[in-house]
């Protein structure tokens, strides 16, 4: 094969953190057909088909082919396993894509030990500090909180924070998930108060650094609404929920409102009835002119952002970093066509919707 008759396949996918495996492809063909003719050519164990491999089932983890998908990285994560070295970073990548396909499956325990395995790889490996670790601490800390070991979920998320603060500084897009997922998991355990201090905190900064009508922000403003509902407040909540679709809530997410739970205590209410109405005509706007997120500050490592499939009853963690990053119009169009509420994106990050008891 010569170098012309070839193209990488591959490239930056930073949800699962830092860059894919780069693969080659010949130049025309599906990447299900490339993997074939590599297959054939270089052998199976060969590097790049292995990252050929990672890379395909990633592309149907994407889109919703959790079966193959599962069996097609499962089966290459065994040969890296086997013949590449244990810090090699396809293997490190291919650990990662693996282990979000389990928890999307709901293999729940499967996905707890390979994401175990995968931080304990990358903090050898790469450090501690490093944010392909971290984008695989906020998978690891969703994947706890979704087993309903909050307390677990907690402090991995208050260590995340903490080093991001250090790293990044306080008005990095990345430190700001983590202020937002720490205070999601504080409203999955009932701890008010302390939920709307650290979301009220983000809210600040983001109103200073990204402004007033950028999605983080509306994001921001939607899960203070959810707080106060639940603080039994729900005039000052149904203002947040108005302001947040007003001010750039991305359109899935809008659309998704009537079936949040988080605000199901609204329900029967003929403000958030009307509420409701006002946010699928925002929304349907927002998608004829095909809505785009607005640049943040320093978005390099602010990844992938979607919701579980597995469940309705559930509550917003995990902002940062699971799956590979992709535009908004990409998710408004699949949602906006399909109408299925469990999809909801909202910029290139991913928002997982936790079970609460």
Do not use: C
Not at 165 to 171: A, I, S
Not at 173 to 193: K, P, Q, V
Not at 282 to 299: E, W
Not at 307 to 324: M, N, W, Y
């Amino acid at each position: 094969m010569s170098e012309h008759e070839t193209q990488v396949f591959g490239g930056s996918f930073q949800g699962f953190g830092g860059e894919a495996p780069r693969g080659t492809q010949i130049a025309g063909t599906a990447p299900g057909e490339a993997l074939g003719v590599q297959k054939r050519v270089l052998g199976p164990e060969h590097p790049d088909t292995l990252a050929s491999a990672s890379q395909l089932a990633y592309i149907l983890y994407d889109e919703a082919r959790y079966s193959e998908a599962e069996k097609l990285g499962r089966e290459a994560l065994d040969i890296q396993r086997r013949v590449l070295r244990p810090e090699d970073q396809n293997a490190l990548w291919s650990m990662a894509v693996v282990a979000s396909i389990l928890f999307d499956e709901g293999h729940l325990a499967e996905a707890e030990k390979l994401y175990r395995e995968a931080l304990e790889a990358r903090r050898r490996v790469l450090g501690p500090d490093h944010p392909d670790t971290l984008a695989l601490m906020d998978g690891f800390a969703t994947t706890l909180a979704t087993e309903h070991r909050h307390a677990e979920a907690e402090k991995l998320l208050r260590e995340t924070l903490h080093i991001r603060r250090r790293v990044l500084g306080p008005e990095h897009r990345d430190t700001l998930m983590s202020m937002n997922n720490l205070a999601n998991i504080l409203f999955i355990e009932g701890r008010y108060d302390e939920a709307e201090k650290l979301q009220r905190d983000a809210l600040d900064i983001q109103l200073r650094v990204l402004g007033p009508d950028h999605p983080d922000t509306a994001m921001s403003t939607y899960n203070l609404g959810g707080i106060a509902l639940h603080k039994g407040k729900p005039g000052e909540a149904l203002t947040l929920l108005r302001n947040a679709i007003d001010h750039g809530l991305a359109p899935n997410i809008a659309l998704y409102m009537e079936k949040d739970p988080d605000l199901e205590l609204l329900h029967g209410d003929p403000r958030f009835a009307t509420l409701v109405a006002h946010a699928k005509v925002r929304a349907a706007a927002a998608q004829r002119t095909n809505y785009q997120l607005p640049p943040g500050p320093d978005p390099v490592h602010v990844t992938g952002l979607t919701t579980s499939r597995r469940g309705s009853r559930s509550t917003k963690l995990g902002q940062s970093s699971f799956r590979a990053a992709r535009t908004i119009r990409k998710h408004v169009q699949a949602v906006g066509t399909s109408g299925d509420p469990s999809t909801i994106a909202f910029g290139d990050r991913r928002l997982t919707r936790v079970t609460r008891k």
